[in-house]
């Protein structure tokens, strides 16, 4: 499966107030202050206007500046947040919480390498802000790196042990590391606690899929659907299990859907071609096959399908040419096996 998409939701900030006050004056402390609740409060315009207050009785506060990125970035004003939180950086270099929020307008941005790099800065000057670790451990999942998510998850853990979301991530990366057990067994932990948790609800769709329990899988996997973070993994692993349940039509709806938004998804394009297949339409699970194989050379199941396609359409040698690509062992192998014995029959 693919990797874990953008979350609204791991976008979470400390708000200043007054980690970089010292030697400010208390007048200007006091609208800052207040500013930080107007912002908390959601009252955007009241807050700016006490952030603005507070640096006029002195510009380089930079807790004030940091603020006003905060409020840009409610705003949906990237440019006005990234100009503001980097006045904050320069005032004072070594301000770990805006160096952090400056990672989100980053990734926000599109600038995934420039927000891990800001993350990494955060934590370097304090590691124990969990905003910036946790941030960077969803940004790490995005991207597919799963060992280095892991790895901060299990230290974020340490520091914030009731983020039932990042527990449940970290259940997610256990599965996508090839850890089956200890995924069930993160991911059943936080459900008993947190039993609306997305990611950990793909590892149990995933667990229950795996033993039969096809129904409760749906369930898991319906429910995860919804979620910004693990909502696409969920969608394509759904189709999945749709086709094996015999609904060929709902899976072939969910997985060109997925194709149709991200058409570089070798996992839905590979759960596609099986629908098409499934479906009878040959030409249309071949095709798909061979781009989820372009996608991910290394994709045995696509040589599966594109010999399977071709042994139905009466192709034997191209049937041969791709089983007689797949090797190693696993499920893939055993298939292959299979097809290789009915073709030299």
Request: aromatic share 4%.
């Amino acid at each position: 499966m693919r990797t874990v998409a953008r979350a609204a939701c791991v976008l979470s900030f400390v708000i200043a107030y007054g980690c970089a006050s010292g030697g400010m004056p208390p007048v200007a402390v006091g609208h800052n202050t207040t500013g930080a609740e107007h912002l908390a409060a959601g009252r955007l315009d009241q807050a700016e206007a006490r952030f603005r207050l507070a640096l006029e009785y002195n510009g380089r506060f930079a807790d004030a500046h940091a603020n006003l990125g905060l409020v840009a970035l409610e705003r949906g004003d990237l440019e006005q947040a990234e100009r503001h939180t980097r006045n904050a950086i320069r005032v004072n270099e070594d301000f770990a919480q805006a160096w952090g929020n400056l990672g989100v307008v980053l990734e926000r941005r599109g600038r995934a390498a420039d927000a891990q790099a800001a993350f990494e800065r955060a934590l370097s000057i304090d590691p124990g802000l969990p905003s910036a670790r946790r941030n960077l451990a969803f940004l790490h999942a995005r991207h597919g790196r799963f060992d280095a998510s892991r790895a901060q998850l299990m230290r974020l853990a340490e520091l914030t042990p009731d983020d039932f979301e990042a527990q449940g991530l970290l259940a997610y990366c256990e599965l996508r590391l090839g850890r089956p057990e200890a995924a069930t067994a993160r991911a059943s932990a936080v459900l008993e606690r947190e039993p609306h948790a997305a990611a950990a609800r793909v590892v149990r769709g995933v667990a229950r899929a795996r033993r039969g329990d096809v129904e409760g899988a749906i369930t898991d996997l319906e429910i995860a659907a919804l979620d910004e973070s693990v909502g696409r993994d969920a969608r394509t692993r759904l189709a999945a299990v749709r086709l094996v349940n015999g609904e060929v039509e709902t899976a072939l709806t969910i997985a060109t859907a997925l194709v149709q938004e991200d058409g570089s998804d070798a996992a839905a394009r590979l759960v596609l071609a099986s629908a098409e297949l499934a479906a009878g339409h040959l030409e249309r699970a071949e095709r798909h096959a061979r781009e989820a194989l372009r996608l991910s050379p290394r994709l045995d199941h696509a040589r599966v399908l594109i010999a399977s396609a071709c042994e139905a359409r009466g192709d034997l040698a191209c049937a041969r040419a791709a089983v007689n690509g797949v090797e190693g062992t696993g499920v893939a192998a055993a298939h292959a096996a299979r097809l290789r014995a009915a073709l030299d029959r």
